[in-house]
């Protein structure tokens, strides 16, 4: 009977075939065109908070990044700067 090979060393041996002979370059990121000339704002929220977030998007079938840029352009109406978002 033919003995099996182990795990470890199929796993060794398929990493090995894995590796490419050349190297690769890497490509740059490319933004969509959408997001050209745009930053991203990113915060820490609680988990039900996000999912409060994502839940109201499903509701009222929009993005929420939608909903973020509606808020962030009603805090700006609030305090009296631009809405420029």
């Known amino acids: 009977m033919k003995q099996r090979r ?11 075939d894995a590796v490419p002979s050349e190297p ?7 933004k969509a065109r959408t997001r050209e000339g745009k930053k991203m704002i990113a915060a820490p929220v609680d988990p039900a908070g996000w999912q409060t977030l994502k839940i109201l998007a499903a509701e009222l079938d929009r993005k ?7 808020a962030l352009g009603d805090l ?10």
């Open 6 to 16: 182990s795990i470890a060393k199929a796993i060794q041996q398929a990493a090995q």
């Open 24 to 30: 690769t370059t890497v490509q740059p990121f490319k």
């Open 64 to 70: 929420s990044e939608d909903l973020i840029r509606e």
């Open 76 to 85: 700006f109406t609030k305090y009296g700067k631009p809405r420029v978002v």
